[in-house]
């Protein structure tokens, strides 16, 4: 356990720990464009050199180790001009289009030079390099050579995350540039996250762009639903409007994010985003909807099965627990999800493609009810009339319900999602819009927090069950979804 | 002296056996190791492909408990602009090559050898092929050689064109199949070198000279030259000298000898003006400055300058110096790997500046910008290729910044040919 | 183009393999072997080696076009590279380079129609002491002035010089 010093300050650091990440143990910041904790240090922007005692030369602070007795200058004059000369150099053959680039305001060229150098250039515009411009590679991401500073990370990120080594540096000196092969589309599930790496406005993210400038975005904390790894992540959004989601670097499960999650925020605001609910094929408003859904139900009665969804909150899930037993009063209810959880691909997408398998587990565990298998034997014999499920749990019985025809109650908050033959459609609020808990394939709680607020008139599942309750049987008096978690125990 | 490294008609493998050749290597073999790595510590030997880093001090640091493979790597990847030696050596000696790897891969437990020679080298890769293929008839390569139990299997590996590779770490990248761009250190090549494992890899010219030292011993080796510059050199004369081409003489030489005795002067009509003495990334000396100098590591570190790979680059006063370094400065903007930010960006924007001087566009102000732009590069990347870039820019407008200024404002070169 | 590599150019592939401990430590000198064949190295060549290396298809292209000997479109039968680095310039290489512009009617880069000389200027080619100096596809030609290139050029035009 080697202890350094660092700007004065005493630090006492595990073998092998690098200057940079022992300077940040102290809170000193020392920039960096090609350094990323989860990939390869390449050590070549120069950007974070700083001074060691005795060495001959500045050091990157991001490949050096700590040593027994170090003393590190991090604000010398010499690495205060190493710093100044380095940006120089990457600026020289910048197009300096911040006002039509896309990162301005996020972007590690801006806030460096304001930070650290703030000095006039003395190239000569008219001898600039120039680079290919904007150019679409790939179904997310847009590419412009000019405004790169060659740093690599997407590069390593795609040789050793993805491992699908789509990118490299074509030539070399300064005519050097990202590139991949001709006609080839850089789609290898993980792509956006190259957008995240990348420090300038080189690689920007075909979704986002120009709409929004990043200064306005709030940022919220929440968990992605896209599976049962439940990646932490944060959405950034601006007057009720989502804009992007970006991932939130946790040890327990994720530094990146998949496309697909990252793109699941489209849904809130699709063209199919359900605000009323349908009866047969025709939209009408909730109450009406849940009059006649709540009339079915009432007539059919112990004929009635609830269906649970490993895409609905523990909250939601407990809910419609509640509703069978309390309300409707059937046996005819199923919490049971099996699967085989664990990461398909060795980076963050499971096998699970439902986020909250686990957390129906702890409402089986609480509530009982039948198994998946019995239900759909159930279905098929004839035992069941109408069928209350989510619409992509529903899915999971497709064949069954499509065979046997009972009458389907649906809870789906876009159109796509309802199956054929559907009855009644009942609208919810996504968890864009309301918190929910969610327990990921690990066995992690994790609540998501809403950025924005649902559709006028669109509830939260909870309480349109609520609501349901008093039209199909015994009112549940739900005040909150934490009232419905009554005999939920976590573990 | 006898010449050391540079015989005549010792090619074939006959002659050079005729005249003594893998005695030395038989030699090595009845010795241990670390006695053949003493005998070369002892003869101060020094790398002499640019750096000048103590040789046996080098073989010394592959770790004796190593696991796993080892490799000696022959760097014959001669690119730096004035040196010219190894390919001449490798076309006159190549044999002394081959025992000299031989003997210094048993030194380090290397069952593997390449020699990366530049691809431009084509006829000399060839030639060595042909000199291994020898070797090996012999028994001097290959499976238990001379029937120590040693096995040392060499191959020849050509460059494709790429400065950068002469840069040992380059050398290892381009030698796995890769792009040549130098690794970060540490891990030095003696812990983590080629494939992985422990690599020692050494100039042509070093190694060319490890069967004399083990026949007649380090301190015969030691004994010539000057103090801690020991032994014979290859300096390559190229410029405006009467006779061009390689000289080997011992190191402390004076460069006024090397210039009158072996070159036979200056060429007819022309003048001393300015001297590189190491190859084009060493700092220029003026004429006084070389014909006072010896040619050394330490003379020349003395004098701001180094002895680099004793490429002894000589410039007449018809010569304009803002015009050699133009033509420099677009060698090294070819030829950095674009790795590293001053000198990805650097070189090229030296390049642009002295393209303004040259074409009459610059102004005064442009003079102090070179030099700093030069300075801001020194010792701020992997490799040392944009110190090399650095130094002869900060020489030349240090010591000849009146012919800068001459291009200055408007103006352009009187000189131009 | 559909480009294939040969079964003699696979056995052949596998000898110099054989020299590595990593069978992709031969992608340069592969790519040499199909340069000496085709004259340079297309695209279709390059996905040929990756698959037959098992390498991503962008590290060879990365290495083709980081390394200068690597044709990327066919040359002339003789590749004139004249080298104009400080040695060779000091003994006249800018001129020899204006009088092969002049007399093939090409600028640096630029292949004759006849297909005969393609014109590179190249950088040092380590024979500084026979400067100027040219590269004739493989081979060199050293101490040169006007007379001997002209002289040399014609033995080329008349398919005298070994090429």
Known sequence: MPTITIDGKSVEVEKGTTLLAAAQKLGVYIPRYCYHPKLSVSGNCRMCLVEVEKAPKLVTACSTEAAEGMIVRTASDKVKAARRDVLEYLLINHPLDCPICDQAGECGLQDYYMEYSLARSRFKMADKARRQKRRAVGPHLVLDNERCILCTRCVRFCSEVTRTSELEVMERADHSYIDLKEGKALDNGYSLNIADNCPVGAFTSRDFRFKQRVWFLKKTPTVCLGCATGCLMEAHHNENTIYRLMPSPNAETNTWLCDHGRLTYKAVRAGDRLTKGVIKNGLIDLEPALREAGARIDEARGAVAVLGSPWLSVEDNAALARLAKDSVKTENYCFDFASEPGIKDGILINKDPAPNTSGTGLVKTAHGGLSLEELSRRIAAGQIKVVLAEARAAGLLKDTLKAAAPLLVIFAANKGEIPAGTYATLPYASYFETPGTFVNYQGLRRRTAPPVEAPEGVKPLWAVVNKLAAYSGASLQLDSAEDALKGIVFK | ?417 | MAFKLTEEFKTRAEKICAKYPRRDAALIPLLQEIQKETGYVAEEAMDALALLLELPYSRVKAVVTFYTMFNREPTGKYHLQVCRNISCHMAGAEGLLALLRAKLGLAEGGTTKDGLFTLSSVECLGACGSAPVMQVNDKYFEKLDEAKLSALLEDMRHGRLQH
Not at chain 2, 119 to 124: H, K, L, N, R, V
Not at chain 2, 163 to 175: D, F, Q, V
Not at chain 2, 210 to 232: L, R
Not at chain 2, 359 to 384: H, Q
């Open chain 2, 1 to 417: 002296m006898e010449n050391i490294l540079f015989k005549d008609n010792v090619a074939e493998i006959e002659a050079y056996f005729a005249g003594g050749g893998y005695k030395p290597l038989k030699k090595a073999l009845g010795l241990k190791p670390a006695d053949v790595i003493d005998e070369v510590k002892r003869s101060n030997l020094r790398g002499r492909g640019g750096a000048g880093f103590p040789a046996g001090l080098k073989w010394s640091f592959i770790s004796k408990d190593a696991e796993g493979p080892r490799y000696l790597v022959c760097n014959a990847d001669e690119g730096e602009p004035g040196t010219f030696k190894d390919r001449e050596l490798i076309r006159k000696n190549p044999h002394a090559l081959i025992e000299g790897m031989a003997i210094a891969a048993y030194a380090i437990g290397a069952g593997h050898g390449y020699i990366y020679i530049r691809g431009e080298f084509a006829a000399e890769a060839e030639l060595l092929e042909k000199a291994i293929a020898a070797a090996r008839a012999k028994g001097f390569i290959g499976k238990n050689i001379l029937g120590s139990g040693f096995n040392f299997e060499l191959f020849t590996h050509r460059g494709a064109g790429a400065y950068i590779c002469g840069e040992e770490t380059a050398l290892l990248e381009s030698l796995e199949g890769f792009k040549g761009q130098p690794r970060l250190k540490p891990p030095f090549p003696a812990i983590k070198g080629l494939f992985g494992c422990p690599t020692v890899i050494n100039n042509v010219e070093t190694l060319a000279a490890v069967p004399a030292i083990i026949e007649k011993g380090g301190d015969w080796y030691a004994a010539i030259g000057n103090g801690k510059s020991a032994g014979t050199k290859l300096f390559c004369v190229s410029g405006a000298v009467s006779k061009p081409g390689v000289y080997e003489l011992p190191l402390g030489v004076t460069f006024r000898e090397l210039l009158e005795k072996s070159c036979g002067g200056m060429k007819a009509g022309k003048r001393l003006k300015a001297v590189l003495p190491g190859g084009s990334s060493t700092p220029a000396l003026t004429a006084e400055e070389a014909l006072a100098v010896k040619l050394d590591y330490e003379s020349l570190a003395a004098a701001g300058s180094m002895l680099g790979s004793g490429a002894v680059i000589v410039i007449d006063d018809s010569q304009c110096m803002v015009k050699l370094l133009q033509v420099l400065s677009r060698f090294y903007h070819h030829e950095s790997c674009g790795q590293c930010t001053p000198c990805r960006e650097g070189c090229g924007w030296i390049e642009k500046i002295l393209n303004r001087f040259e074409e009459g566009r610059a102004g005064r102000n442009d003079i102090d910008t070179l030099y700093s732009v030069a300075e801001g590069m020194m010792g701020r990347t992997i490799c040392p290729l944009a110190d090399a870039m650095a130094m002869p820019v900060m020489s030349f407008v240090k010591k000849f910044r009146a012919e800068f200024e001459a291009h200055a404002d408007g103006k352009t070169c009187a000189k131009a040919p």
